[in-house]
């Protein structure tokens, strides 16, 4: 880097050809490089080189102003303390990218009026005040144009002397009364940096096509550059084919009316896509000049990257703009919006999904603007609940100072009105901007009546056995057949409830005819929760001989075809697991040759017999199929390399592993010696144990862990009870036992820190279609082998049910095998051009895997390119063609984890299968839904969690209803890929991937 060289020389050192290697380098900064050649090179003469860490303050506020800085390199934070906040919070005012100037207030000796600190590592320009003042005074036009270029497009202010330039924000408004919101004003007092950025970015190319912004007369009064919405959206819609619908775009249009950028031309609407008129802030002050042409250009420049952020911002503006219309103005569309935001509200999971309901209709949206805000004291009467959406607050009591701080999800507030007592602390916000739900204390006891008064309780010996609720007017759309839904109950309470509600003695499913009541679905998703299949087949075959008192034929015949209704709809949601427990197995046999029977004496059971020649049918074709298998052996390989089969499936197609297929692996000791052993799947973790001390020789009086070691040296004791041991292993683990005493003794194998074993080939031989298509066909096949019980297995154990989540565990494993092989990848990268080509292969390949909406490789890919061994390689990516950037930057709002993976979910909701869903998120929510809510209550199953639960296993079957039919590209080395995507090279080791990363491209200091 020669122009580094000329530029450590002091400025009196440097001569005629230092000048022009620094200069060259300046012109390669946006903002610098459209001076005139005279003015770079006087920067060029007297500028200082700083290269500088994350997290350096470069000045803080009220310092003294020494230099004006150019950036040349990375991001820096611009904060400032907030004049009138006790606890001077400083609040980030904007980003300062590549090509922004500040420090311009060292022309008038002016105290600095923010804190810079660098956000990553960062290369600046920078030139002593003396000097800045001597290129000022000759370029005075051309520098203040910059300056003030740089301070719009950042969003705070024009330039320094600028008289004609107009400020970014709109002035501070009131903000809005927290007891009447009004969705049709902001909910901050000035926009952010970034939506001002925006809002600056999309007038601009208004006003310069000269389409929709015109003066019109509205009530016989001229208002200056307005727009209908219908045109907005229509021009919106135009400038990108990424916004699908026109919902969106208006969504897009509303989250910059919520910061004051727009408003409607009379302050009375939100924004909707109809004839109203608005306009943006700057019009209605007064602003007439047009825009430059370099405006234009930097507004075309930013545009793409602006539409991205408000399609992200769209959704969340929509939701606070519905939570702010009063409550008789939500529609049941809104009610539903609402509803669907509250279940993923961790301060709400132990609530019914009617209390959700109920609670959609009556909350109240809430901001506030500045930290520091007081929103009740200390003795106050409790008058309402509050739930933080955004922001945090400090819990304060007299005499003890702060005593708790709560976050974002959590709530406070409903003590006060449960108990009809003062209010037991003051709460203090901590930081601007923050946003609430709110439930009035009215509502909230109202609530709690209809809840109660709408409840019907079953007892039977004095004791509830089954709780009901009315189905509210918004259900009864969707199950418009019933009246109540189950609550909770005991299990045989809700089976016999099920047996004669659901399904009638006409041989229809009750719900057939209109809307479908899910709770026979969910029933057959979850039963093995709280009954077994032994007892549920028990209770099939008691209902099945009930016996009327009075020989009342209709009523037996309806016991009898109400069983037979309930199996088929067993076996045919379910499938093969019906069938894998003997219990089940010899009640069908035993109930098909009844059914047979019984139709002798009643004819009506002709029907019930074929339905039950179908159940009959299935059995005979799984144990054909069990049989064809039952000689499977599936092996892990010593290096690291997935799970695959040794033997036993002729046709060689990826088949399901069972539990009774024998798997064959590796136990090591301390001493990293090992033995081989073959063992069923579903052997316990004592089991392995004590056939791996026998194999070598262990002292069996000594108490043995069986034990995974990580490949970053992480040890995890597997319980006595735990099966599916090696199909559950991290991608580089290894299964090891010990005496107790010597657990810490054990230490990674040198080879889990190197690569897992895969084909030596080179990626960027093969076509990026071609792999993305191979590997969604062979990670359908790792989904299509996933049943729902494993999700269930998986989060309430696996011990709890004896069953394997074999399947499962490798699909895992291939989420996470494929995001460290893009790490691993990159990597192994030795030259630039090399990992700048690699990257842009793993960016094409995730659009490629979208487009196959294969989303677990989708995910997988993006989460490796985020990898913090990935993400610093800032050479690489500044090599990496723009719109390959910007490719990426969407990618990776799509997969954000903000709102409960909120852009995802939105996504995802619009697709058809068949679909190889996101797993890792599906397991999440199995994890929130069964933390979050306790399985019995008072003694009784909560199948309100169980519905939850199968809402979850419910998106598995809804993403493979239908089979994966995709167009091959044309072959080019089909055999060389397959065995190249099923068998990838991985590293999981982060320590090693950043040392790697380091070699690469070391830190600069």
């Not at 969705?183 to 902001?186: H, R």
């Given at each position: 880097?020669?122009?580094?060289?000329?530029?450590?020389k002091?400025?009196?050192?440097?001569?005629?050809?230092?000048?022009?290697?620094?200069?060259?380098?300046?012109?390669?900064?946006?903002?610098?490089?459209?001076l005139?050649?005279?003015?770079?090179?006087?920067?060029?003469?007297?500028?200082?080189?700083?290269?500088?860490?994350?997290?350096?303050?470069?000045?803080?506020?009220?310092?003294?102003?020494?230099?004006?800085?150019?950036?040349m390199?990375?991001?820096?934070?611009?904060?400032?303390?907030q004049?009138?906040?006790?606890?001077?919070?400083?609040?980030?005012?904007?980003?300062?990218?590549?090509?922004?100037?500040?420090?311009?207030?060292?022309?008038q000796?002016?105290?600095?009026?923010?804190?810079?600190?660098?956000?990553?590592?960062?290369?600046?320009?920078?030139?002593?005040?003396?000097?800045?003042?001597?290129?000022?005074e000759?370029?005075?036009?051309?520098?203040?144009?910059?300056?003030?270029?740089?301070?719009?497009?950042?969003?705070?202010g024009?330039?320094?002397?600028?008289?004609?330039?107009?400020?970014?924000?709109?002035?501070?408004?009131?903000?809005?009364?927290p007891?009447?919101?009004n969705?049709?004003?902001?909910i901050?007092?000035?926009?952010?940096?970034?939506?001002?950025?925006?809002?600056?970015a999309?007038?601009?190319?208004?006003?310069?096509?000269?389409?929709?912004?015109?003066?019109?007369?509205?009530?016989?009064?001229?208002?200056?550059?307005?727009?209908?919405?219908?045109?907005?959206?229509?021009?919106?819609?135009?400038?990108?084919?990424?916004?699908?619908?026109?919902?969106?775009?208006?969504?897009?249009?509303?989250?910059?009316?919520?910061?004051?950028?727009?408003?409607?031309?009379?302050?009375?609407?939100?924004?909707?896509?109809?004839?109203?008129?608005?306009?943006?802030?700057?019009?209605?002050?007064?602003?007439?000049?047009?825009?430059?042409?370099?405006d234009?250009?930097?507004?075309?420049?930013?545009?793409?990257?602006?539409?991205?952020?408000?399609?992200?911002?769209?959704?969340?503006a929509?939701m606070?703009?519905?939570?702010?219309?009063?409550?008789?103005?939500?529609?049941?569309?809104?009610?539903?919006?609402i509803y669907?935001?509250?279940?993923?509200?961790?301060?709400?999971?132990?609530?019914?999904?009617?209390?959700?309901?109920?609670?959609?209709?009556?909350?109240?949206?809430?901001?506030?603007?500045?930290?520091?805000?007081?929103?009740?004291?200390?003795?106050?009467?409790?008058?309402?609940?509050?739930?933080?959406?955004?922001?945090?607050?400090?819990?304060?009591?007299?005499?003890?100072?702060?005593?708790?701080?709560?976050?974002?999800?959590?709530?406070?507030?409903?003590?006060?009105?449960?108990?009809?007592?003062?209010?037991?602390?003051?709460?203090?916000?901590?930081?601007?901007?923050?946003?609430?739900?709110?439930?009035?204390?009215e509502?909230?006891n109202?609530?709690?009546?209809?809840?109660?008064?709408?409840?019907?309780?079953?007892?039977?010996?004095?004791k509830?056995?089954?709780v009901?609720?009315?189905?509210?007017?918004?259900?009864?759309?969707a199950?418009?057949?019933f009246?109540?839904t189950?609550m909770?109950?005991?299990?045989?309470?809700m089976?016999?409830?099920l047996?004669?509600?659901?399904?009638?003695?006409?041989?229809?499913?009750?719900?057939?005819?209109?809307?479908?009541?899910?709770?026979?679905?969910?029933?057959?998703?979850?039963?093995?929760?709280?009954?077994?299949?032994?007892?549920?087949v028990?209770?099939?075959?008691?209902?099945?001989?009930?016996?009327?008192?009075?020989?009342?034929?209709e009523?037996?015949?309806?016991?009898?075809?109400?069983?037979?209704?309930?199996?088929?709809?067993?076996?045919?949601t379910?499938?093969?697991?019906?069938?894998?427990?003997?219990?089940?197995?010899?009640?069908?046999?035993?109930?098909?040759?009844?059914?047979?029977?019984?139709?002798?004496?009643?004819?009506e059971?002709?029907?019930?017999?074929?339905?039950?020649?179908?159940?009959?049918?299935?059995l005979r074709?799984?144990?054909?199929?069990?049989?064809?298998?039952?000689?499977?052996?599936?092996?892990?390989?010593?290096?690291?390399?997935p799970?695959?089969?040794?033997?036993?499936?002729?046709?060689?197609?990826?088949?399901?592993?069972?539990?009774?297929?024998?798997?064959?692996?590796r136990?090591?000791?301390?001493?990293?010696t090992?033995?081989?052993?073959?063992?069923?799947?579903?052997?316990?973790?004592?089991?392995?144990?004590?056939?791996a001390?026998?194999?070598?020789?262990?002292?069996?009086t000594?108490?043995?862990?069986?034990?995974?070691?990580?490949?970053?040296?992480?040890?995890?004791?597997?319980?006595?009870?735990?099966?599916?041991?090696?199909?559950?292993l991290?991608?580089?683990?290894?299964?090891?036992?010990?005496?107790?005493?010597?657990?810490?003794?054990?230490?990674?194998?040198?080879?889990?820190?190197?690569?897992?074993?895969g084909?030596?080939?080179?990626?960027?031989?093969?076509?990026?279609k071609?792999?993305?298509?191979?590997?969604?066909l062979?990670?359908w096949?790792l989904?299509w082998?996933?049943?729902?019980?494993?999700?269930?297995?998986?989060t309430?154990?696996?011990?709890?049910?004896?069953?394997?989540?074999?399947?499962?565990?490798?699909?895992?494993?291939?989420?996470?095998?494929?995001?460290?092989?893009?790490?691993?990848?990159?990597?192994?990268?030795?030259?630039l051009?090399?990992?700048?080509?690699?990257?842009?292969?793993?960016?094409?390949?995730?659009?490629?895997?979208?487009?196959?909406?294969?989303?677990?490789?989708?995910?997988?890919?993006v989460?490796?390119?985020?990898n913090?061994?990935?993400?610093?390689?800032?050479?690489?990516w500044?090599?990496?063609?723009?719109?390959?950037?910007?490719?990426?930057?969407?990618?990776?709002?799509?997969?954000?984890?903000?709102?409960n993976?909120?852009?995802?979910?939105?996504?995802?909701?619009k697709?058809?299968?068949?679909?190889?869903?996101?797993?890792?998120?599906?397991?999440?929510d199995?994890?929130?839904?069964?933390?979050?809510?306790?399985?019995?209550?008072?003694?009784?199953?909560?199948?309100?969690k169980?519905?939850m639960?199968?809402?979850?296993?419910?998106?598995?079957?809804?993403?493979?209803?239908?089979?994966?039919?995709?167009d091959?590209?044309?072959?080019k080395?089909?055999?060389?890929?397959?065995?190249?995507?099923?068998?990838?090279?991985?590293?999981?080791?982060?320590?090693?991937?950043?040392n790697?990363?380091?070699?690469?491209?070391?830190?600069?200091?």
């Open positions: 880097m020669e122009w580094i060289s000329a530029i450590d002091r400025p009196c050192d440097r001569n005629v050809k230092d000048v022009e290697l620094i200069s060259t380098r300046l012109r390669r900064v946006e903002q610098l490089c459209k005139p050649n005279s003015v770079i090179q006087q920067l060029a003469l007297c500028g200082y080189y700083e290269d500088l860490e994350k997290g350096v303050t470069l000045f803080r506020q009220g310092d003294t102003g020494k230099c004006w800085y150019a950036v390199g990375g991001t820096l934070e611009v904060r400032v303390l004049q009138d906040s006790e606890t001077k919070i400083p609040v980030t005012l904007c980003t300062l990218n590549v090509g922004a100037t500040f420090g311009e207030s060292i022309l000796d002016l105290p600095r009026d923010t804190t810079v600190v660098t956000q990553t590592t960062c290369e600046l320009l920078r030139v002593e005040q003396p000097d800045f003042k001597l290129i000022w000759k370029n005075k036009d051309l520098m203040n144009e910059l300056v003030s270029n740089c301070k719009l497009k950042n969003g705070f024009s330039g320094v002397s600028s008289k004609n330039a107009q400020p970014l924000s709109p002035p501070p408004r009131r903000s809005m009364s007891d009447q919101p969705p049709a004003e902001p901050t007092e000035t926009p952010g940096a970034t939506m001002s950025r925006i809002g600056w999309l007038r601009t190319l208004l006003l310069s096509q000269n389409t929709c912004l015109k003066d019109r007369k509205v009530s016989g009064r001229l208002v200056r550059r307005c727009a209908p919405g219908t045109e907005l959206v229509d021009w919106l819609l135009s400038l990108s084919p990424g916004i699908h619908t026109r919902a969106q775009a208006a969504g897009m249009w509303q989250a910059l009316l919520e910061e004051g950028v727009i408003a409607h031309v009379a302050r009375e609407q939100p924004f909707k896509d109809k004839c109203f008129l608005y306009r943006f802030w700057q019009d209605e002050e007064g602003a007439t000049a047009l825009p430059t042409l370099e234009v250009a930097g507004a075309e420049d930013q545009i793409l990257e602006s539409i991205t952020t408000l399609f992200n911002r769209g959704p969340d929509i606070r703009m519905i939570l702010r219309k009063s409550s008789h103005d939500r529609t049941p569309d809104d009610l539903e919006t669907e935001e509250l279940l993923h509200i961790r301060a709400l999971a132990h609530l019914t999904n009617s209390v959700k309901r109920e609670l959609a209709a009556v909350l109240i949206f809430e901001a506030h603007p500045k930290a520091s805000h007081v929103l009740f004291h200390q003795g106050d009467e409790g008058r309402s609940w509050y739930i933080i959406l955004r922001g945090s607050v400090d819990v304060v009591i007299h005499g003890k100072g702060t005593v708790n701080t709560l976050q974002e999800g959590d709530d406070f507030g409903k003590l006060a009105l449960i108990n009809d007592a003062p209010r037991a602390a003051t709460i203090v916000l901590r930081e601007n901007n923050c946003q609430f739900l709110r439930v009035d204390k509502n909230f109202r609530i709690l009546r209809d809840v109660e008064a709408n409840t019907v309780r079953l007892k039977e010996h004095g509830d056995v089954l009901l609720e009315k189905i509210s007017p918004q259900q009864k759309t199950y418009s057949n009246k109540y189950v909770a109950g005991t299990p045989q309470k089976l016999e409830h047996l004669e509600t659901r399904l009638d003695s006409r041989n229809s499913l009750g719900g057939q005819s209109g809307g479908q009541d899910p709770f026979l679905e969910d029933f057959l998703l979850t039963h093995i929760v709280f009954m077994p299949t032994h007892q549920l028990d209770e099939l075959d008691r209902h099945y001989h009930l016996e009327s008192p009075n020989q009342d034929r009523f037996v015949l309806a016991c009898k075809k109400r069983v037979v209704q309930f199996i088929y709809r067993w076996v045919v379910i499938r093969y697991p019906v069938f894998e427990e003997e219990s089940a197995m010899e009640f069908l046999e035993d109930l098909a040759s009844e059914v047979e029977a019984d139709c002798v004496q009643l004819e059971l002709q029907e019930d017999a074929s339905m039950m020649h179908h159940v009959m049918t299935q074709r799984h144990q054909e199929d069990q049989k064809a298998h039952e000689n499977q052996k599936w092996k892990l390989p010593p290096l690291g390399q799970i695959s089969l040794f033997s036993g499936n002729e046709d060689n197609l990826r088949t399901m592993i069972k539990a009774q297929d024998d798997i064959i692996f136990v090591y000791c301390a001493d990293h090992y033995c081989t052993l073959r063992l069923p799947v579903d052997s316990t973790a004592e089991t392995i144990k004590l056939f001390a026998d194999k070598l020789k262990l002292r069996a000594e108490e043995l862990l069986l034990v995974e070691v990580k490949s970053n040296g992480e040890r995890v004791v597997f319980k006595d009870n735990d099966i599916s041991v090696p199909t559950g991290t991608l580089n683990g290894r299964i090891f036992v010990s005496p107790k005493d010597h657990l810490d003794a054990l230490t990674a194998l040198g080879e889990q820190e190197e690569a897992t074993q084909i030596d080939a080179d990626i960027e031989l093969f076509s990026t071609e792999l993305a298509y191979f590997m969604t062979f990670d096949e989904f082998c996933v049943h729902e019980y494993e999700l269930v297995y998986h309430f154990g696996r011990h709890h049910f004896g069953q394997i989540t074999a399947n499962l565990d490798v699909f895992v494993r291939r989420f996470n095998e494929i995001q460290y092989w893009v790490v691993t990848e990159i990597c192994f990268s030795l030259s051009s090399k990992r700048v080509a690699i990257l842009r292969k793993f960016i094409k390949l995730a659009a490629y895997c979208r487009e196959f909406q294969n989303l677990n490789a989708f995910c997988a890919i989460m490796g390119l985020s913090v061994a990935v993400s610093r390689l800032s050479m690489t500044e090599k990496l063609p723009s719109k390959f950037r910007k490719l990426f930057t969407e990618f990776e709002s799509l997969i954000d984890p903000s709102r993976h909120r852009a995802y979910r939105l996504s995802v909701g697709l058809q299968p068949p679909v190889v869903p996101f797993m890792p998120l599906l397991l999440k199995m994890t929130f839904t069964h933390e979050g809510n306790k399985t019995c209550l008072d003694g009784l199953v909560n199948f309100e169980m519905h639960l199968a809402q979850t296993m419910r998106t598995i079957r809804f993403c493979r209803s239908r089979h994966l039919v995709l091959p590209p044309s072959p080395s089909e055999g060389e890929v397959k065995s190249y995507i099923s068998c990838l090279r991985a590293i999981d080791n982060q320590r090693v991937l950043t790697m990363s380091q070699k690469l491209e070391p830190r600069r200091s």
